[in-house]
């Protein structure tokens, strides 16, 4: 059963929702408008825009998780997940999670959303070359907004003798996820390196002038999306509300390991993939297929991520 606080927060998800679908006049394509030519042509980064505002994917790198019925899709067996993938022509093998953080460039603001492993999880690690592909160093970052405190968005914050990454930044969290990761034996070293830079917000905060905290229960216990609004247009940068672009969107009620509120997540991620798709919301998706940008869409009863061309 979903907690009453829970319920409220689907509410403010609708509301957040609605705030992010485009005006009847505006086109999916329209929302794609083109991206500024002044950063030089990379793999690892892509520019888009979100109205008025500068915005950039930077590539981190790849998570390959096993396809064991313990990772994505708990409870359910490897021949179901196979099915699924198979059916939507990807290898059952395995399953791969990209890594992209999100920059946006605001005024005078540089606002970095996560900040990726910080290549200690494998393959991870090529944040700051993408950032620097975007034309920016990492002293000139002035936020970063943290979705929640694993370590695939938090692990790039400080270098490896634990000096900080984005000196100049505040590191900006919901108070909720804050305690939680100071309550983490294992993110002891993280929260001594971060502590006088963390500024904490409750779940629907302003955080900065055109970002407004979306709060998505379950997954951790402060867990957040973001909603940035600029001359009209909206993107919701989702977190890890949905992990796989097709697993996690057809199937929402299958949940993931990392999940700590499995009920509740799966409760928040069905309510966001099916808002968005009514909506027309578009989304960052931080680990769908690169450069997760796109929207949900209806294929009869079943929802579809549609990337952005």
């Known amino acids: 059963m979903i907690r009453s ?26 929302d794609a408008s083109a991206a500024a030519t002044t950063v030089a042509a990379s793999p690892d980064v892509h520019p888009f825009t979100i109205g008025a505002l500068q915005a950039y994917a ?36 395995k399953i791969d999670l990209d890594i992209q953080p999100l920059l946006v460039r605001d005024g005078e603001r540089v606002v970095l959303f996560d900040t990726g492993a ?3 999880m494998g393959t991870e690690g090529k944040l700051l070359a993408s950032l620097r592909a975007a034309g920016v160093e990492p002293a ?15 692990g790039g914050l400080l270098d490896a003798s634990g000096a900080l990454i984005f000196p100049n930044a505040a590191v900006r969290m919901t108070a909720a996820e804050w305690a939680a990761l100071k309550a ?23 955080v900065l002038p055109n970002i407004l905290a979306v709060a998505v229960n379950g997954h951790t216990p402060g867990h957040t999306a973001y909603e940035i609004t600029s001359g009209g247009q909206s993107l919701l940068y989702i977190g890890d509300t949905a992990h796989h672009s097709v ?18 997540a799966q409760a928040s991620r069905k309510a966001l993939l099916q808002g968005a798709a009514e909506r027309n919301t578009r ?24 990337p952005e061309s």
């Not at 697993?247 to 509740?264: K, L, N, R, Y």
């Open 58 to 93: 930077l590539r981190d790198g790849r998570l390959t998780v096993p396809n064991d019925s313990k990772t994505l899709g708990v409870g359910r067996t490897q021949a179901e997940v196979s099915a699924v993938l198979t059916a939507a022509g990807l290898s059952a093998d």
């Open 247 to 264: 697993i996690s969107v057809q199937q929402p009620d299958w949940t993931i390991a990392f999940d700590g509120d499995a009920p509740t």
């Open 184 to 206: 983490n034996k294992n993110m002891a070293a993280l929260v001594a390196g971060i502590t006088p830079k963390v500024q904490t917000f409750q779940p629907g905060a302003q």
């Open 118 to 120: 910080g290549g200690q």
């Open 140 to 154: 000139q970052v002035t936020d970063i907004l943290i979705s929640h405190g694993h370590g695939d968005h938090v």
């Open 5 to 30: 606080a829970s319920l409220i927060t689907l509410a403010a998800l609708a509301a957040a929702l609605t705030a992010c679908s485009p005006p009847a006049d505006k086109t999916p394509a329209a």
């Open 283 to 306: 989304i960052y998706a931080v680990h769908f297929p690169w450069p997760g940008l796109g929207r949900v869409t209806k294929q009869g009863e079943t929802l579809v991520w549609t």
